[in-house]
């Protein structure tokens, strides 16, 4: 079973239930208290059958303090074609739900159901000789009634073959183990690298044990595991000397016993030529790089020794992996965040206030938590349009107020100069990588008229930063009133044979070829009048002193409607099928900058 999407309703602050996809790698941002964590809380609880929630949990419903009188969680999960025949259902998703109140708790599945209420429980955990009475009296022919299993499949046939209701059956408990599984990483408000050792330990503590190797007595049993996993930390030596190259040695011995399960002793390094030292009494900057190979580390445990028996989905959540961490820090952990998402039955969530992290995937994979009257109110965005991207992009990073900085350190900046520049590259970027120039740490920037957005580019580029342009080609020719002339460029420190794309034969527009147009105008632009377009009507204006001008009047003019350079940008680019099919300048500065954003440092 693989959770797709999830929703819960009544647990603390989330009182009004939305889907929340799970995507390979899911960001949840927002701000402090918002219901990142309680999310999360209520996924692993919701996972986990034997898990309840606290009488705290319950929402809280009036300033009288008192509690909603139940708790609901569902799931929507793509099933195995076995798990499909065990439920007796056809496709997927199938719909789990988890009720929860302060005398019962529930788990189960929608489906059609008899409309007699004996029939809609796991009919595995009900006795024999009840299941026979009730194959008794419905007539149910059994054809072995000494065998619980052959009365209980004899009954699930005849179930098939009766009228039935949509409606809510038990979850079989035989298929709990099928459960996704999943580990909260929590961070706390300090860097706490020996924490995440042992939550690391004890991860691969529960992964081995399930293993084969461990079928001897129990010391036997448990001198094996705590050899096992110092041989985990062997893997985590060397790492820390590449972070840390004054360090010799690392000291950490795992203990486990049946009586207390997994434990750990004190995380203590060696420096060369010295004595001890206990990394808790150590400065943020040192905890800060074993934090770094920690999570490297992390990365070499879950692949070098994957569960055999575990389930078909692993959830792995990081809450905050970058907190207290600079901005290259927090990208070489998300790098490595990624690594461990790989396994295709790897899913991860990272909860984040970082947009140097949200950059990196793309926005339909952020979800939004915001706290409205102490209630949580969550935001997604369903599509790829520029424009919702860029409304979402500022919802996010106006209620952190971190813009700026995030401008100030990204990897690559692809300055343009006007409207159907800015609306086309997106889409253009995407058809190129199959991502957003955010995704890729590409930030566009529009300089249209703008002094302000070439001294931002120059800043930028004085101090190091990776800026590139893609200027209309007559910038060259007809320099008067533009600020990205040669001229200009050349006097802000800006190489014209590295960092400049001029476009087009005069500009960007008209880069595109006269096919490409009517195509455009064809799918997007229906003329008043209903007449068909003509390949000539672009054709003629090539002798334009100004086609981008020109063809804009010529849309306005046959279509009555207000169509700008937005949307002539926007709907140029989605009317291309191919990579080929972009003009070689323009592919060349998509390709670059890409290339420039994503260089191993």
Same mark, same amino acid.
């Given at each position: 079973?693989?959770?797709?999407?999830?929703?819960?309703?009544?647990?603390?602050?989330?009182?009004?239930?939305?889907?929340?996809?799970?995507?390979?790698?899911?960001?949840?941002?927002?701000?402090?208290?918002?219901?990142?964590?309680?999310?999360?809380?209520?996924? #692993?609880?919701?996972?986990?059958?034997?898990?309840?929630?606290?009488?705290?949990?319950?929402?809280?419903?009036?300033?009288?303090? +008192?509690?909603?009188?139940?708790?609901? /969680? +569902?799931?929507?999960?793509?099933?195995?074609?076995?798990?499909?025949?065990?439920?007796?259902?056809?496709?997927?998703?199938?719909?789990?739900?988890?009720?929860?109140?302060?005398?019962?708790? =529930?788990?189960?599945?929608?489906?059609?159901?008899?409309?007699?209420?004996?029939?809609?429980?796991?009919?595995?955990?009900?006795?024999?000789?009840?299941?026979?009475?009730?194959?008794?009296?419905?007539?149910?022919?059994?054809?072995?009634?000494?065998?619980?299993?052959?009365?209980?499949?004899?009954?699930?046939?005849?179930?098939?073959?009766?009228?039935?209701?949509?409606?809510?059956?038990?979850?079989?408990?035989?298929?709990?183990?099928?459960?996704?599984?999943?580990?909260?990483?929590?961070? #706390?408000?300090?860097?706490?690298?020996?924490?995440?050792?042992?939550?690391?330990?004890?991860?691969?503590?529960?992964?081995?044990?399930?293993?084969?190797?461990?079928?001897?007595?129990?010391?036997?049993?448990?001198?094996?595991?705590?050899?096992?996993?110092?041989?985990?930390?062997?893997?985590?030596?060397?790492?820390?000397?590449?972070?840390?190259?004054?360090?010799?040695?690392?000291?950490?011995?795992?203990?486990?016993?049946?009586?207390?399960?997994?434990? =750990?002793?004190?995380?203590?390094?060696?420096?060369?030529?010295?004595?001890?030292? +206990?990394?808790?009494?150590?400065?943020?900057?040192?905890?800060?790089?074993?934090?770094?190979?920690?999570?490297?580390?992390?990365?070499?445990?879950?692949?070098?020794?994957?569960?055999?028996?575990?389930?078909?989905?692993?959830?792995?959540?990081?809450?905050?992996?970058?907190?207290?961490? +600079?901005?290259?820090?927090?990208?070489?952990?998300?790098?490595?965040?990624?690594?461990?998402?790989?396994?295709?039955?790897?899913?991860?969530?990272?909860?984040?206030?970082?947009?140097?992290?949200?950059?990196?995937?793309?926005?339909?994979?952020?979800?939004?938590?915001?706290?409205?009257?102490?209630? =949580?109110?969550?935001?997604?965005?369903?599509?790829?349009?520029?424009?919702?991207?860029?409304?979402?992009?500022?919802?996010?990073?106006?209620?952190?107020?971190?813009?700026?900085?995030? /401008?100030?350190?990204?990897?690559?900046?692809?300055?343009?100069?006007?409207?159907?520049?800015?609306?086309?590259?997106?889409?253009?970027?995407?058809?190129?990588?199959?991502?957003?120039?955010?995704?890729?740490?590409?930030?566009?920037?529009?300089?249209?008229?703008?002094?302000? #957005?070439?001294?931002?580019?120059?800043?930028?580029?004085?101090?190091?930063?990776?800026?590139?342009? /893609?200027?209309?080609?007559? =910038?060259?020719?007809?320099?008067?009133?533009?600020?990205?002339?040669?001229?200009?460029?050349?006097?802000?420190?800006?190489?014209?044979?590295?960092?400049?794309?001029?476009?087009?034969?005069?500009?960007?527009?008209?880069?595109?070829?006269?096919?490409?147009?009517?195509?455009?105008?064809?799918?997007?632009?229906?003329?008043?009048?209903?007449?068909?377009?003509?390949?000539?009507?672009?054709? #003629?204006?090539?002798?334009?002193?100004?086609?981008?001008?020109?063809?804009?009047?010529?849309?306005?003019?046959?279509?009555?409607?207000?169509?700008?350079?937005?949307?002539?940008?926007?709907?140029?680019?989605?009317?291309?099928?191919?990579?080929?099919?972009?003009?070689?300048?323009?592919?060349?500065?998509?390709?670059?900058?890409?290339?420039?954003?994503?260089?191993?440092?």
């Amino acid at each position: 079973m693989k959770l797709e999407k999830f929703k819960v309703e009544g647990f603390r602050c989330l009182e009004n239930p939305e889907w929340i996809p799970l995507s390979k790698i899911t960001i949840f941002t927002g701000q402090n208290d918002g219901g990142k964590t309680s999310v999360l809380d209520a996924l #692993a609880i919701f996972l986990d059958p034997k898990a309840q929630p606290d009488a705290e949990d319950y929402t809280i419903r009036n300033e009288s303090g +008192d509690r909603v009188e139940s708790v609901r /969680m +569902d799931g929507l999960f793509k099933l195995s074609a076995e798990e499909q025949a065990t439920l007796g259902v056809a496709g997927s998703p199938l719909h789990v739900r988890r009720q929860f109140s302060s005398t019962s708790s =529930t788990i189960t599945y929608e489906t059609r159901v008899h409309s007699d209420e004996r029939f809609r429980r796991d009919l595995r955990g009900v006795s024999i000789n009840e299941l026979r009475t009730l194959a008794d009296e419905f007539q149910i022919e059994l054809l072995n009634r000494a065998s619980k299993d052959g009365v209980v499949t004899d009954i699930l046939k005849w179930l098939r073959e009766q009228p039935l209701v949509q409606g809510w059956l038990a979850f079989p408990s035989a298929l709990y183990s099928s459960l996704p599984e999943m580990k909260i990483f929590e961070s #706390a408000e300090a860097l706490n690298p020996e924490q995440e050792i042992n939550n690391t330990l004890r991860s691969s503590f529960t992964t081995r044990i399930r293993g084969e190797n461990y079928s001897g007595q129990m010391n036997q049993i448990s001198h094996q595991i705590e050899s096992d996993m110092r041989h985990d930390l062997d893997l985590f030596i060397p790492i820390v000397k590449r972070y840390c190259p004054d360090i010799d040695d690392v000291t950490i011995n795992p203990i486990f016993d049946y009586s207390s399960g997994f434990r =750990t002793s004190r995380l203590l390094l060696k420096r060369s030529g010295g004595p001890l030292i +206990d990394l808790q009494k150590e400065g943020e900057g040192r905890k800060r790089r074993i934090t770094l190979a920690v999570y490297e580390w992390r990365e070499q445990i879950f692949s070098s020794h994957p569960d055999p028996e575990g389930p078909d989905q692993l959830i792995l959540a990081f809450d905050e992996p970058d907190t207290h961490l +600079d901005y290259l820090s927090q990208r070489k952990i998300f790098e490595i965040i990624k690594k461990i998402g790989q396994p295709e039955q790897t899913n991860v969530i990272v909860c984040t206030h970082s947009l140097n992290l949200i950059d990196r995937i793309p926005l339909t994979d952020v979800i939004h938590f915001e706290l409205e009257s102490r209630k =949580t109110r969550i935001r997604t965005i369903s599509n790829e349009d520029p424009q919702l991207i860029d409304l979402f992009m500022y919802q996010i990073s106006d209620a952190m107020g971190l813009r700026n900085s995030v /401008m100030l350190n990204e990897r690559c900046f692809l300055v343009v100069e006007g409207l159907s520049e800015i609306n086309a590259l997106p889409v253009l970027f995407n058809l190129r990588y199959g991502f957003s120039p955010q995704a890729a740490g590409v930030r566009v920037v529009n300089g249209e008229g703008g002094a302000g #957005a070439r001294l931002f580019a120059k800043f930028l580029n004085e101090n190091r930063r990776i800026v590139i342009f /893609m200027v209309d080609s007559d =910038t060259q020719t007809s320099p008067k009133g533009r600020y990205f002339t040669p001229e200009s460029l050349r006097a802000d420190g800006i190489d014209l044979e590295r960092q400049v794309h001029f476009v087009g034969t005069r500009e960007f527009e008209d880069a595109f070829s006269d096919a490409t147009w009517l195509r455009t105008a064809q799918n997007y632009w229906v003329k008043h009048d209903g007449s068909a377009w003509a390949i000539d009507e672009f054709t #003629a204006l090539r002798s334009s002193e100004n086609f981008s001008e020109d063809l804009v009047a010529l849309v306005r003019r046959s279509t009555h409607k207000m169509i700008g350079k937005p949307e002539i940008g926007y709907h140029i680019a989605r009317s291309l099928n191919a990579t080929s099919e972009v003009p070689h300048q323009i592919l060349s500065c998509i390709e670059q900058s890409y290339s420039a954003a994503n260089t191993s440092e």
